[in-house]
């Protein structure tokens, strides 16, 4: 519920959450709020898929396996979601919304491949 929560106030109330760590008369104000809503919605995106990896991550942990999804965790986070990063945030020039893009990627990724592992080995239908 608390990600649900999150997600919304980031994509419903932007500009008042933003503006409340604003100096009223500071004269970026409006280019300040306006990257700080496609960085929050970002955010609402990163919050999503990262629920999704730590509910697969918890559920696997319930059941005692631990190693593999760990390193379906490492592999996910820095084999992709790093080097996403990098290349939408620097190398292709998206700054922080390829970073945070990337990021989320990787949290995907993920979120995938630990659902997978639980579906297909512990899951009892």
């Known amino acids: 519920i608390a990600v649900c929560i999150t997600v919304l106030v980031f994509l419903i109330i932007p500009e008042p959450l933003i503006g409340a760590f604003i100096d009223p008369d500071?004269?970026?104000?409006l280019e300040i709020l306006a990257a700080g809503t496609v960085l929050l919605a970002l955010a609402a995106l990163f919050q999503t898929v990262d629920a999704g990896q730590v509910m697969a991550l918890g559920?696997?942990?319930g059941v005692q396996d631990t190693r593999v999804p760990m390193i379906m965790a490492a592999f996910s986070y820095w084999v992709v979601g790093v080097?996403?990063?990098y290349v939408l945030g620097f190398m292709l020039g998206f700054d922080g919304v390829g970073v945070w893009l990337g990021l989320s990627v990787g949290l995907?990724?993920?979120g995938v491949l630990l659902q997978m592992r639980f579906w297909s080995r512990h899951a009892r239908v």
């Open 26 to 29: 500071d004269p970026d104000r």
């Open 59 to 61: 559920m696997l942990r």
């Open 83 to 85: 080097p996403t990063s």
């Open 108 to 110: 995907a990724v993920a």
